[in-house]
Structures are given as structure tokens and as C-alpha cells.
């Protein structure tokens, strides 16, 4: 136990059973791979939900983005739990006054929801690429189609029509996720630094601005390895989100902290001092500073000055990189801050990398999973031609 804690020789004191940081960087990567996924849809739904053209580049991509790490989600709690194996347990014998049993029928629910959507939104080129193959490649993408021959308008008609409904139950669903994960964290009343009724609000904003900026990365990226042009229109559409978005995101961080201050339940000398002491930097320079005063200010600037070309593209990646980190920073100083901060407001804690599967080597794979994932399977099902317009 002694690699997951140190008491901070900065000020205070702690009592012996509140020196262990239960909760590791594994739950830091959970809530920002929720808010991925959350945000990707965000922007996939931008174009089949309510029609934005400029969206259209990214639209399919999004949907495969939000899958690949939805698929990976359950994989951060599994590694975290002392007992993987029983996981499956809280959904065959639920308690239902817990938050947390909750999540298993959330993650199932939205989970299917995102495969049938990709399935009809891929079944039609799928079926094209079907017949124009042999041997081992036909019979796979028949089966992937279910054995699905028909790609007549009245076919894909019925195919949009089943994207539209799933696209429009997958927004609150996908909204809903992630503001799950940030009402477990603002119930909590043990922990001053998260018992906020804004949290859920900010969990679920900070989710938007990540799965914008991550789409705006991996578009970007995937082009250049591609080799093609990039889509100006769909990056300054990605890019205007970002930067609404983000502009409500801090003013909703920045009164949740206001409120905390403002309110100097017992304990606040502990937060004031751990704030402006070692979490300063972490919190107010990179955070708040880099993460989203520069974003805002670069974008708004960008946009002022109609900046085009590839100073714009090349802006709006950087914008993105670090909104990104503001928005895995924000995860982590909710989860580790808070958690450093003594439950008797008297003490600190400094965390430290525990190693093995709960270490910063398990989490950073864990992150890396879902773009191997979406590698492959966009390699498998290309998202950025649809076959059937081209004929």
C-alpha cells in the first residue's frame, strides 16, 4: 500500500485510516474515454441528426470513434477491480439505491445502440464490397452484413430511417453515460472537492469540447497519413463547437470553484492552500491557463481574422491538443486532487504510480486500445466514401 500514498510534507496531518487513494489513474481514464465517446456522437449526430453538411467528412468516422472506445470502457473498472471476474455480477443481482450498479446496464445499453448504428450505417457499402470480392473476403463481409443482399433505395431508406431513430434515442443516451459518471462523483459527500451539484454539468460539457477535439486530431492525422485533402469547412465546423462549448465549459468550472470558495464550509484552508500551493500549477497554469484560456483565445482570434488554409488547420490542431489535456486534467484533478485532500480536511496526500495494472504502463495502453481498434476497423469499413453515392 505504501506505492499508492504519501503524506504531503506541505501541511496538515492525516489519521492511519485515511492514508490509502482507493481510486487510481485507471478511474481518471474512465470518465475521459466516457467523455470521448459521448462527444464523438456529439458530432456524428451534428450530421445525421440535424443536418449539418459541413459535418459530413467526419460523421461515419465519429460513429467508429465513439464505438472503439466504448468497447474499451468496461476495460478500465475490470483492471481496477480487485475481482474482474465478478463484475458480471452487479448486473445479474443489481442494488438498486447504487450509483455505480447503474453503470453496467448504461455501458450495455449504449454499447448495442452504437453497433446497430454502425450496422446500418455501413451495411449498404458493405454489401457493395461483398460482391466485388471472393473467396474468404465475400463470405466475411457477407457475414458481417448478416447475409444482407438488397441495397435498393427502399433498402437504404429503411436503413437511414433506423440510423435517424438510434441517432436520436443515442443522444440522451450517450449525454446521459456521462452524466452518470459525473453525478457518482458529485453525490459523494465524503470528498468536499466533489460533493457539487454542478459536477454532473461539467462532466458532461468537458465530454463534448474532448470527443470535438479528438475528432479534430484523428481527422486531421488520418488525413495527412492518407494522403488526401483535408475538409477546411469540417474542421471550422469542429472547430466552432469547440470553441462555443469550451467558453461554457470554464465559466461552469469556474463558478463550481467560486461556489467552493464562496460557501468556506470547514475545511476550506486546506483546499485554499493545497490550490495555491502544489496543486497550482497543475490546476490553474495547465488546466485553466493552457487548456482553455489560450484554446479560446487562439480560436476566437482565428475566427476574427477569418484565418483559412493551413494556418487554420494547423490552429485548430493545436487548440484541440490542448483542450485534450485540459479536459484529462479536469478528470484527473477531480479523481487524485480529491482524493488527496484528507477526508478530515486537516491533511494532504501525494499519489504515486502503484505499477502493475492500476499503473500509468496499464492506463496508457488501455488508452492506446481503441485506436488500434479504430484502425482496424476502418481499414475493414472505410468511413470516408460511401460507396452507394458513388454508384
Not at 443481482?93 to 449504449?110: D, E, I, Q, V
Request: proline share 4%; glycine share 8%; net charge positive.
Amino acid at each position: 500500500m505504501d506505492a499508492l500514498y504519501h503524506v504531503s510534507p506541505f501541511t496538515g496531518y492525516v489519521y492511519p485510516n485515511e492514508t490509502i487513494i482507493p481510486w487510481t489513474v485507471m478511474i481518471v481514464v474512465y470518465p475521459f474515454m466516457t467523455g470521448l465517446v459521448a462527444g464523438a456522437f456529439s458530432v456524428s449526430s451534428m450530421y445525421h441528426v440535424f443536418g449539418m453538411e459541413n459535418f459530413k467528412p467526419v460523421a461515419r468516422f465519429a460513429l467508429l470513434t465513439a464505438l472503439c472506445f466504448m468497447l474499451f470502457v468496461p476495460m478500465t473498472l475490470l483492471l481496477h477491480l480487485g475481482q474482474p471476474q465478478r463484475a458480471f455480477n452487479a448486473m445479474i443481482t443489481p442494488h438498486m439505491t447504487s450509483a455505480f450498479a447503474a453503470f453496467g446496464y448504461f455501458a450495455a445499453f449504449y454499447a448495442i445502440l452504437l453497433i446497430l448504428e454502425v450496422w446500418f450505417a455501413f451495411r449498404a457499402d458493405n454489401v457493395i464490397r461483398a460482391r466485388n470480392s471472393t473467396g474468404f473476403t465475400r463470405t466475411f463481409y457477407r457475414a458481417i452484413t448478416l447475409w444482407s443482399d438488397d441495397i435498393s433505395e427502399k433498402a437504404q431508406s429503411y436503413d437511414h430511417k433506423w440510423m435517424l431513430t438510434l441517432a436520436i434515442v443515442g443522444i440522451p443516451a450517450a449525454h446521459g453515460l456521462h452524466g452518470y459518471v459525473g453525478f457518482v462523483f458529485g453525490s459523494l459527500k465524503s470528498r468536499e472537492w466533489w460533493g457539487s451539484d454542478m459536477m454532473p454539468v461539467i462532466f458532461l460539457f468537458s465530454a463534448i469540447i474532448s470527443g470535438v477535439a479528438v475528432l479534430i486530431v484523428l481527422y486531421t492525422l488520418v488525413s495527412k497519413l492518407r494522403k488526401t485533402p483535408i475538409d477546411e469547412s469540417c474542421v471550422r465546423g469542429m472547430a466552432g463547437a469547440l470553441w462555443g462549448f469550451l467558453m461554457f465549459t470554464l465559466l461552469l468550472e469556474g463558478l463550481e470553484f467560486a461556489n467552493v470558495v464562496y460557501k468556506a464550509k470547514e475545511g476550506i484552508e486546506i483546499i485554499m492552500e493545497y490550490v495555491t500551493g502544489p496543486l497550482f500549477y497543475r490546476y490553474f497554469v495547465f488546466q485553466f491557463g493552457l487548456g482553455a484560456i489560450l484554446p479560446i483565445i487562439v480560436l476566437g482570434l482565428m475566427f476574427a481574422r477569418a484565418v483559412r488554409g493551413k494556418a487554420f488547420i494547423v490552429g485548430a490542431v493545436i487548440c484541440a491538443l490542448l483542450v485534450l489535456m485540459n479536459v484529462f486534467l479536469m478528470r484527473w484533478n477531480v479523481v487524485i486532487s480529491g482524493q488527496e485532500i484528507a477526508k478530515t480536511m486537516r491533511g494532504l496526500l501525494t499519489y504515486h504510480d502503484p505499477g502493475g495494472r492500476e499503473g500509468y504502463g496499464a492506463a496508457f495502453s488501455v488508452l492506446m486500445g481503441p485506436l488500434i481498434l479504430l484502425f482496424i476497423l476502418t481499414r475493414i469499413m472505410p468511413p470516408w466514401k460511401d460507396m452507394t453515392e458513388e454508384g
